[in-house]
């Protein structure tokens, strides 16, 4: 039986491209939209969180045009918070939300039994649903990827985002594998495709069943991939510059690709200074440029540096965001 999972969400594109027509099959619904801020984790001059700086970033993402949020990604370090703050940081970002949007909790991990427990364990707080990274460090073949994300499926009724980051993982979790993980659980309704690979993620959408969203995890890559069928962005920009990015998102579901392509080109520039180091050392010194500090980041990772700070204020000023 397919459920369908309706959210309140701020702003959807009122004519999406359908990226879902070539298939009869059907899978779990959700409304997510396009446009999907991975929210940086604040912290503060302890590099304790700071949870009352993670409700006020999470209003001005949904007041620039956030559809949904991504809590505790990789922007959001997801790998220096551990187990207990993460809840913490959950709990914070659902009370200050109030369903203005849905909320999607990072509870993916290397272990598939942590992976489990603590999926099930975030379930029970609220949120509307989960986004599950490929098994890193481990290098599993692609029978190890599958059943890591079934067992995460069968044990919560929350929908799925999958999230293919090779870059970051080693592995890369191949068309075959997606693909077979969307048809045979309803509730993994959607991938975050970061492997660069346009030949891979078209493979995707192309035989995905009706209801699949294939999402860009690379600003950069956004329009391409939605030029090809794709449903829209988790989005590293959208924590500097949410309107335009929003903006674009909305003109390319529209198929105003002028319009879309326009935007891309202006902020290029800033997509890239984001990426010059980690993540997300550059997106918290743009946040802290552009006057809403949220801390430093958590080792192994350190802060931009004087001379990386003043290239991005050149950068930021040439794209527009004061």
């Known amino acids: ?69 991504v809590v505790n990604g990789t922007t959001g370090e997801s790998p220096t918070v551990f187990y207990p703050q993460k809840r913490e940081l959950f709990k914070a970002v659902l009370a200050a939300v109030d369903n203005r949007v849905p909320i999607i909790a990072n509870v993916g991990d290397n272990c598939t039994a942590d992976s489990v427990a603590f999926a099930r364990e975030v379930a029970h707080l609220g949120v509307n649903g989960l986004m599950c990274v490929v098994p890193y460090y481990n290098k599993p073949p692609q029978q190890g990827i599958y059943l890591h994300f079934k067992a995460i499926a069968e044990q919560v009724e929350l929908p799925i985002i999958l999230y293919n980051i090779p870059g970051r993982c080693v592995v890369n979790m191949e068309a075959q594998t997606t693909l077979r993980l969307a048809h045979d659980m309803p509730n993994i309704v959607a991938v975050k495709e970061a492997s660069g690979d346009l030949e891979q993620v078209s493979a995707i959408i192309r035989d995905a069943p009706r209801g699949f969203k294939v999402y860009s995890g690379d600003d950069e890559e956004t329009l391409s991939l939605m030029k090809a069928g794709g449903w829209g962005v988790i989005s590293t920009i959208g924590n500097v510059a949410p309107a335009p990015m929003k903006a674009l998102v909305e003109a390319a579901a529209q198929g105003e690709w002028t319009k879309a392509r326009e935007l891309h080109q202006r902020l290029v520039p800033l997509m890239r200074e984001l990426f010059v180091t980690a993540n997300p050392i550059m997106v918290k010194e743009a946040l802290r440029l552009a006057g809403f500090d949220c801390g430093g980041v958590r080792l192994p990772l350190v802060d931009a540096t004087s001379a990386q700070s003043a290239r991005l204020r050149e950068v930021m000023l040439t794209v527009g965001i004061p």
Not at 6 to 15: D, E, K, L, R, W
Not at 42 to 65: H, K, V
């Open 1 to 69: 039986m397919t459920k369908e999972y309706q959210f309140p969400v701020a702003s959807i594109a009122s004519t999406p491209i359908d990226d879902a027509a070539s298939s009869p099959d059907t899978n779990t619904t959700c409304s997510f939209g396009r446009f999907i801020p991975a929210m940086i984790t604040p912290f503060d001059t302890t590099l304790d969180l700071d949870l009352n700086r993670a409700q006020q970033l999470a209003l001005r993402l949904i007041e620039g045009g956030a559809d949904a949020l």
